[in-house]
């Protein structure tokens, strides 16, 4: 079953291009819109295609295909765990475990959630796509939300570091933060000479974020965090850099598998507006049990 948008053409709509109407009152991009007008069922207007010139009169209906008729993701669908929080036509959201990648790519062709997903919708005869709106690095575990079809993907891309869009992560430091509340404000750019480390650095790309410390643990923090921007590696690399790396972090701090096997970081809240119906939406899951040991 195809996922559409439909709109009933009022007497102050009739006579307005099909291209506006879309653009305007359903607000798909010229992206979505240039992408559906070649697709046999693309653009209806009370079920017969027409052209986005078109003009449709007042009382007829004008259905746009928001999903896609086939998979142009090129993922190969593999079997693999998912611990779906919420799903519907448009979105689902995801508690990732740690240790899973969310794309494919080098090593890692067909063990990723991207797999997963395109899995799960192929037996469960879903005519979606693996759409993804945000990462979490592949130790980071956690919230995660992917959308189905393009244009709920665009529309939630735009909500990206706005307060619409909001993801509060739970993280277990070395040593107590002082002061235990605050704003690190400190501009991030790779490390020379490194395919994946950031650094922070005068010429870098603006990046804050806030922490607050929850609990102190056995010379531990827990620690609340949020973004103010969405930097590769930000947590990680911004604690280091006030002298606190995440537990278990290989890379910014002290691999340490007795304790931990990856960094400490978990995506522990996630809200969002909903892509088509514009309501709001909050999850949250509980610290997974790797963290949780720290306690001890």
């Known amino acids: 079953m195809s996922r559409r948008l439909e709109l009933t ?14 653009k305007r009152h359903l607000h798909l991009s010229g992206t979505v819109v240039r992408r559906i007008k070649w697709l046999e069922d693309g653009i209806l207007v009370d079920g017969v295609r027409v052209h986005t010139d078109f003009q449709p009169e007042a009382g007829q209906v004008l259905s746009a295909r928001l999903s896609d008729p086939q998979r142009n993701s090129g993922i190969v669908p593999a079997p693999g765990p998912l611990d779906i929080v919420y799903e519907d036509e448009d979105i689902i959201v995801l508690n990732k475990a740690p240790g899973v990648s969310v ?21 469960s005869r879903q005519e979606a796509d693996f759409h993804p709106v945000h990462r979490l690095d592949r130790g980071t575990s956690g919230l995660l939300v992917a959308a189905k079809h393009p244009h709920a993907q665009e529309m939630l891309k735009r909500q990206l570091h ?8 739970l993280a277990v430091c070395e040593g107590t933060p002082e002061p235990p509340d605050g704003l690190i404000d400190a501009p ?19 990046a804050r974020t806030r922490y ?19 930097r590769t590696h930000q947590i990680r690399v911004h604690m280091a850099h006030i002298g606190h790396p995440l537990t278990g972090d290989f890379l910014y701090g002290t691999e340490d598998k007795t304790l931990i096997p990856r960094p400490a970081l978990h995506s522990g809240s996630l809200a969002l507006r909903h892509p088509i119906t514009g309501t709001s939406l909050q999850f949250s899951v509980p610290l997974p049990e790797d963290m949780a040991r720290l306690r001890l």
């Open 9 to 22: 053409v009022t007497p102050e709509l009739a006579g307005v291009k099909v291209d506006t109407l879309l």
């Open 103 to 123: 794309h494919p790519g080098p090593g890692h062709f067909d063990d990723t959630l991207g797999n997963f997903l395109v899995y799960y919708y192929e037996r």
């Open 162 to 169: 706005t307060p619409d869009f909001r993801r509060v992560y």
């Open 188 to 206: 991030l750019g790779p490390r020379p000479g490194s395919l994946m480390e950031q650094m922070v650095r005068p010429d870098g790309k603006p």
């Open 212 to 230: 607050k410390t929850l609990e102190v643990w056995n010379g531990r923090a827990l620690l609340r965090l949020e973004l103010e921007t969405g």
